[in-house]
């Protein structure tokens, strides 16, 4: 019925405080009070998670300590009393509080909403109580893990190390490294193998923690690290070099490996055709793509909250399904969904939409009356556009190559904007990546914008033919789309390669010709469907940028006020606010104030 992340409403990016206005809301749309509730589950069990860190502090002691102090107040204080912590929060609830395993949680995110009546479950993250990754099997409303690797051997962890060693921040900037990764040459694969890691034919992972301080410092990474690779770990924001790219395309490359070998293994021990994937890694969108090229499983669906706040979600699910013994429905027990056999399986395609997570579409939503009056109330210039022109109108502004606000029904669930709060563009236009980077999201301008594209015509742009409605696949574009490459353009190196146009749909198309798709169906996103149809009607060209509703070091918008001030300080040309547009020349100038542009460096 509902789901949001706290972060959306208090504007902190990964905000780790209660949820209390995530969890008010979904109450709220639930139109139920905390005294309604059978039952409150949190995803993680922080007692066996205390124990993994006390262990592990205590066998690298005395290193460590300082990372220790830092750590046992809020856990002496707060974790380790959550079941209270809850109940105090939630004000007058008095039922139970049960904890599921990290990953447990996981698997039921991918699971349960599902299309699948039965699948093989991947999991894959940093670290949860001690599990850093899991195999298993759903079927029907039973979930069993029948296998783990445990930390301090950890894919997500390798991950974040390099993320920290290029100059990313760890949690929050490995999809930046994944971004970066097509610029750089595998030149240290070899090396990574021969000092790092070992990587078993199920895709365990053995790190060699000679090289890694995660376990007990503050940094992911020492000076067995820096001598290995000749050079400290870069400082963030410094100017990037071939070295971070080709340290980046290295490490996607073994990931890619290790997601590809586990995958191998859960069909082989599993026996089923199909795959469900959760955790952090799940989010590496590439590595998806490529255990769909390897046609391991006949279909993949990754869970779009992929995350940590997936896990909210999956404990949620475990209890309905396992603790109150309510029973599965699938789409494809319900013939909603037929599972093709495997010789009709789409060339390189994914399970049709319909499944349990309507789209993603879980967060708040405002009415027509709320955003008049919000517009009103501020005096801000707008003009109602009958809903029947509106994917029209919007269109038009897009093939004018205008940037556009997009700001329509409820807030999706999960790190990627879907079409309800994005920014949106041509895709055909040599300069829209740069402008949307620089102009608007103010970020680093080797980062890629994802492709939407109405779901009939994928296949006539890119290598898939099926859905990707949640922007967790990679395929390339094809061929026949494609521009020559100029034979100068060999001679380029690095972030060079991003000013050579390599198709005709140029702002969406990666330096080695992939894209990031995301497959548009009018029966889950009717508006957004027709504003994409309507710019093909003006075009004929199906697909458009989209990119989230955000600037850097920013939550995605939730409220109309977070979208005008999120338009008003960028050079975005058009706000679509439901049926409202609003144009950038027709509004009052914003004073900008310090901290603004200290934060987003708009100076």
Known sequence: MAAAQEERFTRKKHDASFPSNAVEFCLREA???????DVVGFYEKPLVKFDRLLETYVASAPRGLKSFLMA??????????????????????????????????????????????????????????????????????????????????????????????????????EYKVMGLAPYGEPKYVRAIKDHLLEISDEGSLWLNMEYFTYPHGLTMTGRA?????????????????????????????ITEEVMVKMARFAHRETGLDDLCLAGGVALNCVGNGRILRERIFDQIWVQPAAGDAGGALGVALSLWHRFLGNPRTSPESTGAWERPQRSQVPRRGLPAYADGMSGSFLGPRFSTGQIESFLTGRGYAAREVDPGRLADHVAALLAEEKVVGLFQGRMEFGPRALGARSIIGDARSPRMQSVMNLKIKFRESFRPFAPSVLRECVAEWFDLDGDSPYMLLVADVLPSRRLPIPASAGELWGIEKLNVPRSTIPAVTHVDCSARIQTVRREVNPVYYDII???????????????????RGEPIVCTPEDAYRCFMRTNMDALVLENFVLVKEDQAPVVEDQRWREEFALD
């Open 533 to 551: 149809q309507a710019f093909f009607n003006r075009t004929g060209c199906p697909v458009i940028v989209n990119t989230s509703f955000n600037v």
């Open 225 to 253: 690290f820096e001598k290995l690779f000749g050079r400290p770990a870069r400082r963030p924001e410094a100017k990037l070099t071939q070295f971070e790219m080709d340290l980046a395309r290295s490490v996607q490359e």
């Open 31 to 37: 139109g139920i009070t905390p005294r309604t509730l």
């Open 72 to 173: 046992m107040p809020l856990w002496l204080g707060e974790k380790l009393w959550m079941a209270d912590h809850i109940r105090s929060q939630l004000g007058p609830y008095a039922g139970e509080v049960l904890f599921g395993e990290h990953h447990e949680s996981h698997a039921a995110s991918a699971f349960y909403p599902s299309p699948f009546e039965q699948a093989a479950i991947v999991t894959i993250d940093g670290v949860g109580e001690w599990a850093t990754s899991s195999i298993g099997a759903g079927r029907q409303h039973e979930i069993e893990l029948i296998k783990e690797h445990r930390f301090p051997h950890s894919l997500g962890l390798l991950y974040s190390a390099f993320t920290y060693f290029t100059g990313f921040k760890v949690n929050s900037g």
